[in-house]
């Protein structure tokens, strides 16, 4: 593998990393088995969500 491609995937791994965290810190949260809302508002519920969550876990 090139180096450029090496320095490529790092950057991606590490923008990436953060989000991989907060869906998998979210799928503790056994609401969204029986979410039944309009797609918008949980949006909305789903960030509210991962911001309380992230500042839970980075305490």
């Known amino acids: 593998m090139a180096p450029g491609q090496k320095e490529a995937n790092r950057v991606l791994g590490v923008g990436r990393a953060p989000v991989e965290h907060g869906f998998a810190h979210l799928k503790n949260w056994r609401t969204f088995t029986k979410l039944r809302a309009d797609p918008t508002h949980a949006t909305q ?15």
Do not use: K
């Open 45 to 59: 519920l789903l960030r509210a969500l991962l911001v309380l969550t992230n500042l839970e876990v980075n305490r």
